[in-house]
């Protein structure tokens, strides 16, 4: 039979086991937490990462930028404060482009005596207001003839009828009612203001134009072919500049052959940076991920490419040089510090790392020659600080 010292140590033992299974599914529950934490902010929070910290106040009090602006968590102290608002004279929000051509309408009197029954002489006019109107699109049928001509000459000479007629200009699609009108403002509802074909379909009923979807997404293939010489001289163009950005992004394609509705496929854009003398922005498409579409993209590229650290930028060549984007680094710790419900925590990284958007803002329309000077005076300090926290971490 066991002693009561040895009851004790056993007791012991088996305390020191329970509190290490106690601490593990603690530190079990705190990581469940945070997760559950960031997928409903994910799911049901607000996406911008906007933050505010009155610590920061001194730093960022006249900054009016991107991760700067405070959010709403729907947590916020219910507690009603009683102030005065004295609510600003209401201004004109809307603007008129200068450019739009301006028609004047002077409005005159029916009765042009005056009381006395002597006759008005006009002296000037009043401005009233500035109004803007819309004229709707319409649609109209051109139906194009070839005129025929004969020469009455030849044919006294010879007997035999000499015709001539004119040539019309080639279609756009061969057999089709398509103009580039029309086709230029079926593209610009599909892509520019995302209206799909079938719920075009209605609306050029309505204008008069019965297309079924089947039409309209063979105009949309042609129109590709028409314009794939200016696509790939852009491309050209694109690859001849020293910067280029990139990215890839999901695209959900609902009826892709070998494909089921939920998988994903990619839309791959390059673009110049702001300041090119020539902006292109460049996009293509891939059923997938992979990184032979990047090399596809990039095969003839020689400069610097800013992009994500997806792997699949592995597989170019010595003649690109990647670097990375300082977003995405703040976007790791920004989820870090929303790892409870409510205003984010500020913590070290990510106040050093809105230091340094801070300082870039301030610096954005500065030529490249003193921006790189007053980075490397007032940035490279920040940047030391940052990576020193990291090792430190």
Not at 78 to 87: N, Q, R, S, Y
Not at 212 to 229: F, L, R, Y
Not at 273 to 302: C, E, M
Not at 309 to 325: D, F, H, I, K, P
Request: charged share 20%; glycine share 6%; hydrophobic share 35%.
């Amino acid at each position: 039979m066991a002693t009561t010292v040895e009851q004790l140590k056993q007791a012991q033992a088996q305390n020191r086991e329970l509190l290490k299974e106690i601490k593990a599914l603690t530190a079990t529950v705190q990581t469940l937490t945070e997760e559950v934490a960031f997928f409903q902010r994910q799911l049901f929070g607000k996406h911008s990462e906007k933050i505010t910290d009155p610590n920061q106040l001194s730093l960022l009090a006249d900054d009016n930028g991107v991760f700067t602006d405070p959010e709403q968590t729907g947590n916020q102290s219910e507690t009603t404060v009683t102030t005065v608002v004295h609510k600003p004279k209401r201004k004109r929000c809307e603007s008129v482009d200068p450019n739009l051509p301006i028609e004047t309408t002077v409005i005159r009197r029916e009765n042009l005596s005056c009381d006395h029954g002597h006759q008005l002489i006009p002296v000037g006019k009043h401005f009233v207001r500035e109004v803007v109107h819309q004229i709707p699109g319409r649609l109209y049928r051109e139906q194009i003839f070839e005129q025929t001509y004969k020469c009455a000459a030849c044919e006294t000479n010879d007997g035999v009828s000499h015709l001539y007629q004119g040539t019309a200009p080639q279609a756009l699609i061969p057999h089709s009612l398509a103009t580039s009108s029309l086709v230029a403002e079926l593209l610009y509802q599909k892509y520019a203001l995302g209206t799909p074909l079938y719920r075009q379909m209605k609306a050029w009923r309505r204008a008069g134009l019965i297309l079924s979807e089947t039409t309209m997404t063979n105009w949309v293939i042609k129109a590709a072919t028409i314009v794939q010489p200016l696509y790939t001289l852009l491309h050209e163009q694109l690859l001849t500049q020293p910067y280029l950005q990139g990215d890839e992004t999901p695209f959900q394609v609902l009826r892709e052959v070998g494909k089921t509705a939920q998988s994903k496929s990619y839309i791959w854009i390059a673009r110049s940076i702001r300041l090119a003398a020539h902006q292109v922005v460049y996009y293509t498409y891939s059923d997938n991920r992979a990184g032979k579409t990047a090399q596809q993209l990039y095969g003839d590229f020689t400069g610097v490419l800013q992009c994500d650290g997806y792997s699949g930028y592995n597989l170019l060549g010595a003649t690109v040089t990647r670097v990375g984007c300082w977003a995405h680094v703040r976007r790791k710790f920004f989820d870090d510090a929303c790892k409870i419900k409510g205003q984010p925590t500020i913590t070290p990284p990510l106040k050093l790392l809105d230091q340094m958007f801070h300082l870039e803002r301030g610096w954005r329309d500065l030529t490249p020659t003193k921006r790189k000077e007053l980075r490397q005076e007032q940035l490279k300090p920040v940047i030391k600080q940052f990576w020193q926290w990291c090792d430190q971490a």
